[in-house]
């Protein structure tokens, strides 16, 4: 299961995650995934709660910075109830995609880079706090064994790096795929109207395209309702993450110290390329769709001129007139390809705007 393709045709290791996490359902027989679930669930409270600990315990010069580092990890809870009450919608909606022939092989991949940089990153921070405090991830207080200190505090940032950015990441990636064949199932029937000769492109044909377009209307609703809010939550989170790692840079935390430095891109890059990826796919749906509108209406009109036809166009009508699909964050902010240099610029705006006070 881990290797190959699931039932719901997503890759096999993201299949598995969602099913331990909770938001893919399973029958009885897999009474499991309930233990699971309430394990995840556990790992979710422990790691929010570990990070308010650590900013009531610690006084840090850059307490704004680390308020904003940790406000991701609660989101991320948020984030996966959000997705967990949706969770029967979320099954059905997989198994709609079982008919579609897939072949993204690099995705299913990514999972697995997912789980590898943040056992890196885990690695790069455990024996940075290591040099310049041992005891920080046992509240202050000194076990007597070296490696005992180490150990606890790699399984720690692994938990806190599990949540975030990993399994945030994880539901990013689901949603981009879903985007990238719902982008694809549009630009097919928009090859499919252009192509198609005037004479052919009778009224039955008209009915059998605008039958496979309330498909895809369908499909992208229900896309849209599950995941409005945990995509609103993850681009809230990283943008927190985006802000946090500028402001803890503008304030030369980091100085000339080289695994620092590996520590800040490994952050700055995942989290910016997240938001970037999430607007970037879901942007695309918004431009297939406007693609296959305006190839159906010049289909149409070229055979209103051309065959001269007395063919009465109300279902056409209603299609045309229907606004170009867009997806939103919770209703916040629209997902378009242009939205990018407005987080950007918002991000560095409010960013050196804090920092300056």
């Not at 290797?3 to 045709?9: E, L, T, V, Y």
């Not at 009474?31 to 699971?36: A, K, S």
């Not at 305006?294 to 009508?317: G, L, P, Y």
Request: glycine fraction near 4%; hydrophobic fraction near 45%; charge should be positive.
């Amino acid at each position: 299961m881990l290797s190959g393709r699931s039932k719901c045709n997503i890759p096999g290791n993201l299949y598995f995650i969602f099913c331990f996490t909770g938001l893919i359902l399973k029958s009885r027989k897999y009474n499991w995934y309930r233990v699971t679930s309430g394990i995840f669930i556990i790992i979710l409270m422990y790691v929010n709660v570990d990070n308010w600990i650590f900013t009531f315990l610690y006084h840090y010069h850059t307490k704004r910075a680390f308020v904003a580092y940790i406000i991701p990890y609660w989101l991320t809870a948020w984030m996966w109830y959000a997705a967990y009450l949706k969770r029967k919608k979320l099954t059905m909606l997989l198994k709609m995609f079982q008919r579609f022939k897939s072949d993204e092989k690099i995705v299913s991949i990514l999972p697995f880079i997912f789980g590898c940089l943040t056992m890196v990153n885990s690695l790069l921070i455990t024996t940075k706090t290591h040099e310049f405090n041992p005891t920080f991830y046992t509240y202050g207080y000194d076990t007597g064994f070296s490696w005992v200190q180490t150990v606890i505090a790699f399984i720690k940032v692994c938990l806190f790096g599990s949540v975030f950015p990993t399994y945030a990441n994880m539901v990013t990636l689901l949603y981009c795929i879903l985007c990238f064949r719902c982008s694809k199932m549009l630009n097919k029937l928009s090859q499919e109207v252009t192509e198609c000769p005037l004479e052919l492109f009778t009224p039955s044909k008209r009915f059998e395209v605008i039958k496979e377009k309330s498909k895809i209307d369908e499909i992208l609703s229900l896309i849209q309702d599950i995941f409005s809010l945990p995509t609103f939550a993850i681009v809230v989170a990283n943008l927190f993450m985006c802000f946090s790692i500028l402001s803890i840079y503008l304030d030369s935390r980091i100085e000339e110290d080289e695994m620092g430095i590996k520590v800040f891109l490994l952050n700055a890059s995942n989290s910016f390329g997240c938001l970037v990826f999430i607007l970037w796919m879901a942007g695309k749906v918004n431009i297939e769709d406007q693609i296959f509108k305006e190839a159906f209406h010049t289909k149409v009109k070229q055979r209103m001129i051309v065959v001269k036809t007395h063919e009465k166009f109300q279902s056409e009508k209603l299609l045309l007139a229907k606004p170009d699909f867009v997806f939103t964050g919770w209703n916040v902010f629209s997902y378009r390809r242009n939205s990018i240099f407005v987080l950007v610029g918002t991000l560095l705006t409010y960013t050196v705007l804090f920092d300056s006070k």
